[in-house]
């Protein structure tokens, strides 16, 4: 079972949430949607002033398996996205939750957060997928 | 060792080589080139010698099992590709009349006449030059039909999560926006999940059936009806057609549109960049947008139907009739097989997955969808190899070359986490399936008592196991030479 920090949300799609608690939050995805991936090999984000939508494709990471959308899990304005990856995708599978964040929103609806799930939620997710 | 490599400046095969220099003044100065190509310089026996080497590093169906699937790595009778051979055939000019090319146009013509009737659509063309622009031209013609009863406001086009990827990428290439339908646990499309998406907005849909998890799904109609209710057409992806042909007809199961992959089903040239065929077949409601030119029969004479006869054609795809020479291929694969020999396509590909499903059930592999009966495909899981033995899919699909199979498709579909897809396809005797389940059972005990073994796999090809993550980071595709 892989790690599941107790601080973030998260969405059922595999992407984590980490409330910056000033009208922002920075999203990646979880050890587990790594792990599922394998060595990520490309990494294609959105730019910074792009508005994404909670639940839509804003966001690709490629593997040597496969190449995979990600999903906003909030609504807003992309205020910073993680630059480093595009030489060092492997950032995310070295440190899903730290070095390898993908990209920070400007919240357009806080109360979106209220949705996620949180780490109890997702762990029960992940381990249903497993059996 | 790269060819260019065996370069030696100044060497040539002299006698391969031209006895003149080419005349190129006709052509303007600015387009010459200015300095020579960078070509290897060897001599004749060095190039004969190196390729003929390559050749034999080949791994191909005529010299192995190949149960890649999704992808129906059958064997092609050598009758398709000599009768297509006849002068005839080969030396017809594409420019020449009608009254030239009546056999021609026959064999055309008896094409589409049988692959309408086996896929129970109103009518088929021929001209789209491969699977993939079969596919553009299915949805182009889905718009076609939308924007002629200015119903414009369809912008989505729906699509299984066990979809091919080519699927969205085509609905995307024609300007919509794709919607994914997730799967169910039993392998069919969620048909909830699916009603809760239909609406004024879907252009259609696009399935394949069966579907890339091994399974026909069983609500066909229950989905067409739904998206039909909802105003859209329904797309049939022919890529798994081997497994119901002659059995069961998509125009029948409610489907609007189909692209049928010859090379798959009907025993045409795999790949490697071409040329192929994908014909589509359309329902009634269609027919005006289908590509031309297609072969029409007045009497006992054959005439092309060209953008004069069918104005809201959504044109040509290529030039003249497509390609004419896979055509005929997959003409005298149906002529072959006949209307007693499609339905045996159906069975023996189905037969022979199903055996091996069982075979390999019986020793330990965990189906993917153990409760369903597979098509002419099926999936089995190696997530309990990986977690306790520590010896994933890969590492399996690398011993394998050992064995001399060709692996199966590893990873594909997306939802089968540790997954080989397995098509034996019909040609391949009982004797070829039972050595390869051998291989698999022989791999299992070597993976509980010497892992490393497997891991290590391929032990006995031209090149060991290959880093496709640094490949993958760091391309490196051409060769360059040393600069002068």
Redesign the interface.
């Known amino acids: 079972m892989s790690n599941v920090p107790n601080d973030l949300k998260y969405a059922t799609s595999h992407e984590w949430v980490r409330d910056e608690e000033d009208g922002t939050v920075v999203i990646g995805i979880t050890e587990h949607a790594q792990e ?1 991936l394998g ?1 990520l ?2 990494v294609e984000l959105p730019e910074v002033g792009d508005t994404v939508d909670a639940g839509n494709e804003c966001a690709v990471v490629e593997s ?3 190449a ?1 959308d990600v999903y906003s899990p909030v609504s807003g304005e992309v205020i910073a996205v993680n630059e480093a990856l595009a030489d060092a ?2 950032t995310v599978n070295q440190d899903a939750f730290g070095d390898g964040w993908l990209f920070q929103v400007k919240l357009s609806d806080p109360a979106q957060l209220e949705d996620l799930l949180d780490a109890e939620a997702y762990t029960e997710i992940v381990e249903s997928e497993e059996h | 060792m790269l060819i260019f490599e065996q370069s030696k400046a100044g060497r040539k095969a002299t006698a391969q080589a031209p006895l003149t220099r080419a005349d190129v003044s006709a052509i303007p100065a600015q387009f010459r080139r200015k300095r020579s190509a960078a070509l290897p310089e060897v001599s004749e026996m060095q190039a004969v010698r190196h390729y003929t080497r390559l050749s034999r590093k080949n791994f191909s169906i005529d010299t192995q099992f190949y149960p890649l699937g999704s992808c129906t790595m059958k064997y092609n009778p050598r009758a398709c590709n000599s009768l297509a051979s006849l002068p005839g055939l080969l030396a017809r000019h594409p420019e020449a009349p009608e009254s030239h090319s009546q056999g021609f146009m026959a064999c055309l013509y008896e094409l589409q006449e049988m692959l309408r009737e086996v896929t129970g659509m109103e009518a088929v063309s021929l001209s789209p030059a491969a699977g993939a622009q079969g596919e553009f031209a299915g949805v182009a013609m889905i718009k076609a039909y939308h924007d002629a009863r200015g119903d414009t406001a369809r912008c989505e086009i729906l699509a299984p999560d066990a979809a091919h990827g080519t699927n969205p990428a085509t609905a995307v290439m024609c300007g919509y926006k794709v919607r994914e339908i997730p799967t169910g646990p039993d392998g069919d499309v969620d048909l909830e999940a699916l009603k809760a998406v239909v609406g004024p907005q879907t252009a259609g849909i696009m399935l394949t059936n069966p579907s890339t998890l091994g399974v026909f799904d069983r609500k066909i109609e229950a989905i067409a009806r739904t998206v039909h209710e909802a105003g859209g057409l329904l797309y049939y992806d022919g890529a798994n057609l081997n497994a119901i042909l002659g059995k069961v007809r998509p125009g029948k199961m409610g489907f609007d549109v189909i692209h049928m992959n010859l090379h798959k089903t009907f025993s045409t040239p795999h790949g490697g960049g071409g040329p192929g065929a994908g014909p589509v077949g359309v329902s009634e409601r269609l027919v005006p947008y289908l590509p031309v030119p297609m072969v029409a029969k007045e009497g006992d004479q054959f005439t092309w139907i060209t953008e004069k006869d069918r104005p809201e054609s959504i044109g040509r795809l290529t030039a003249f009739a497509g390609n004419a020479g896979v055509l005929i291929r997959a003409y005298i694969y149906a002529r072959m097989l006949g209307r007693e020999g499609m339905p045996r396509v159906a069975e023996y590909s189905t037969l022979n997955a199903n055996y091996m499903l069982k075979q390999l059930q019986a020793m330990g592999f965990q189906a993917a969808y153990p409760q369903r009966r597979a098509t002419h495909e099926f999936i089995i899981t190696l997530k309990k190899q990986a977690k306790e033995l520590g010896v994933n899919t890969m590492d399996f699909a690398k011993r394998l070359l050992d064995y001399g199979f060709h692996a199966p498709t590893t990873y594909f579909p997306l939802l089968v986490p540790e997954c080989l897809l397995i098509e034996p396809t019909e040609t391949e005797d009982k004797a070829t399936l039972d050595d390869f389940i051998d291989a698999m059972r022989s791999i299992l005990e070597e993976a509980t008592e010497d892992p490393e073994l497997v891991k290590g796999a391929p032990h006995t090809m031209p090149v060991k196991r290959l880093d496709d993550v640094k490949a993958a980071r760091e391309l490196d595709l051409a060769w360059s030479p040393v600069a002068e």
């Open positions: 599922l060595d090999v490309f040597v398996k496969a995979s995708p492997e």
